[in-house]
């Protein structure tokens, strides 16, 4: 996407933000193993975000020149009166995109008031498509459940609808070419995610690490690629399937330095500000939106600052015994 002219949030780097990720809940129907442990600790609803909260936020980042913003979680869908959000930032005079990311899981329900809401894109995260795999990932998924969301979502006509997939060795690697296959038949995209290493997790992320150069060189082999110049400023880079309308996506936190075309922050469901997703940089928003509830002077003030903060690049290793970072996916929104 093209920076903003009038984008007033350009870090000590000369990046330009103008993509914020709000993790509306940490809360999830779903306990993937790579994202959550078996027995979370979710937070209690007074120091969670209010949909107000979060509305009134997302309008100050788009009068700084925020023209692109993903709602995600822990799961976005489950929070009671997610609708009204996606209502009120879908009316905001000069954002271009408001896309979502999910599980799936409330799609059969939400799809088409989320599209009546202005969302344009939705990423829906599916990492097998056997039942029992799925369920053995998820915890608590159930696949027909998420399949009849993504019908629900090409049925209600999204302009791109996404899959996103975690490979994990010896557990859906074997799955690689039947997920992509599964994507070319419902003309749809999908990208893959390589692991990373955020919160405490119940097993060693090194062992099912897979790498997408590694996925690459397998998909080479049975489809023709042609590398697309798409980028979205952030870690993924696309390949074209010839003759076909889908884009497979490589999102490479490890293998890519993206960080220098970095333009994007993202704010948790406590209403921290991350600066990077790799990186412990952060300010509270929260006690500003509490203390001053009608003036936004104070915010702004706040959120212009930080971007003096906004570290360089992420600093990921896989073969740290302890997670690079402590805090989970859910938690800071993926
Ligand atoms: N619940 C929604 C979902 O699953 O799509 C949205 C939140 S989830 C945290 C967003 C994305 O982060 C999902 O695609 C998930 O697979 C990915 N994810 C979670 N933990 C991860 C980790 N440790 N490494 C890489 N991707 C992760
Ligand atoms: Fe829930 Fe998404 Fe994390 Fe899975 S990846 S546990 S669906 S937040």
Known sequence: MKPSDTNLLTDQFGRVVNYIRLSITDRCDFRCTYCMSENMQFLPRDEVLSLEECARLVKVFVSLGVSKVRITGGEPLVRKNALWLFD??????????????????????????????????????????????????????????????????????????KINTVLMRGINDDETANLVQFAIDKKIDISFIEEMPLGVVDHAREST?????????????????????????????????????????????????????????????????YLCLGQEDKIDLMPLLREHPIDDAPLIAAILNSMAIKPKGHDFDLRRAEPSIVRFMSHTGG
């Open 88 to 161: 009120e930032i879908g009316k905001l005079n000069g954002l271009n995109e408001l896309v979502v990311t999910t599980n799936g899981s409330q799609l059969a329900k939400q799809a088409m008031a989320l599209k009546k809401a202005g969302v344009r894109r939705i990423n829906i995260s599916i990492d097998s498509l056997n039942a029992d795999k799925f369920k053995q990932i998820t915890r608590t998924g159930n696949l027909e459940q998420v399949l009849a969301g993504l019908e629900a979502s090409i049925h209600a006509g999204f302009r791109g609808i």
């Open 209 to 273: 690490f897979v790498s997408n150069a590694d996925t690459l060189s397998l998909l080479q082999s049975k489809y023709s690629l042609l590398p697309s110049t798409e980028t979205t400023g952030g870690p993924a880079r696309y390949w074209r399937v010839t003759d076909t309308s889908t884009k497979i996506g490589f999102i490479s936190p490890h293998s890519h330095n993206f960080c220098e075309s970095c333009n994007r922050v993202r704010i948790t469901c406590k209403g921290e500000l």
